[in-house]
């Protein structure tokens, strides 16, 4: 019997290395790694054991993201900034943000309307009932940052429609109206483009990238008061969380 022939060696193409040096740089440069330059090609060649065409594919894809700049004689520059919103509290945005500057709401509906059938489902609304639905575009100082389509339960989303809603996040006035805490709530997370819509509302362009979160809160006796559709730029924030494996029960095999 003829021995068996070892395959060849996976050779990694120059894209799945740019890839992940891309992907080291990234993170490195959100946490504050950089003080506003990144090191010169030759050092980052050196320190990821790649070549500098490799480095400067990297650098390529982090620039298309708008995250860096790069000019002769200049370097490559720190040029975007991406905010972390946690994903393991129950935060309204601008808690979430309080840290890097005043987050302000525009209006742009605020009205009762009957709820497709799909919504009253998931806020246990009889069928016909009217529900209160609430979109803002919501900015950190002049930064367009997310698109917020929100439905409420009537009894509490009419008490809202007469509080400052351009100053407050909805869950602070939940909370103020209900005379109680928010308990929990169900969350979706997906990349979707931007229409031309929320493209032009977002200041991006269309088809960029978007994080959608689709989110149902509810009270601290479980009852779901609030759906919300939020479309936030992917190029200014990302969601970060903490996770913890469960004690489940395991054996090896």
């Known amino acids: 019997m003829s ?10 193409s120059r894209a799945d290395r740019a890839r992940q040096v891309a992907d080291v740089l990234r993170q490195q440069t959100l946490a504050g790694a950089f003080a506003g330059t990144l090191p010169p090609e030759h050092d980052l060649a050196v320190e990821f054991a790649v070549s500098r065409n490799t480095v400067r594919a990297a650098l390529a894809l982090l620039k298309d993201e708008g995250l860096i700049d790069r000019a002769p004689r200049v370097g490559t520059q720190v040029s975007g900034r991406k905010f972390d919103h946690g994903i393991d509290t129950l935060l309204g945005l601008k808690e979430t943000l309080r840290e890097h500057g005043e987050v302000r709401n525009e209006v742009r509906a605020a009205l009762r309307l009957v709820p497709p059938p799909a919504v009253a489902r998931r806020l246990e609304l009889d069928r016909g009932e009217p529900a209160v639905y609430i979109e803002r575009l919501r ?11 929100t439905y409420l339960v009537p009894d509490l989303g009419d008490e809202l429609l007469r509080r400052d809603l351009a100053g407050n996040d909805i869950f602070a006035l939940i909370e103020e109206v209900s ?14 483009n931007a229409d031309a819509h929320t493209a032009a509302a977002l200041q991006a362009p269309e088809g960029a990238a978007l994080l ?12 779901p008061v609030d759906l919300e559709y939020i479309r936030m730029r992917g190029d ?10 469960t004690n489940q029960p395991w054996e090896l095999t």
């Not at 021995?3 to 990694?12: D, F, L, S, V």
């Not at 900015?139 to 389509?149: A, F, K, T």
């Not at 005379?179 to 979707?192: D, K, R, T, Y």
């Open 3 to 12: 021995a068996a022939i070892e395959p060849p060696p996976n050779r990694r």
């Open 139 to 149: 900015y950190l100082g002049d930064l367009p940052l997310s698109l917020d389509l």
């Open 179 to 192: 005379g109680g805490p928010l308990g929990s709530a169900e969350l979706a997370i997906e990349s979707v």
């Open 212 to 223: 959608l979160l689709e989110r149902l809160t509810t009270l601290d006796d479980g009852r």
């Open 236 to 245: 200014r924030i990302t969601m970060r969380g903490n996770l913890f494996r």
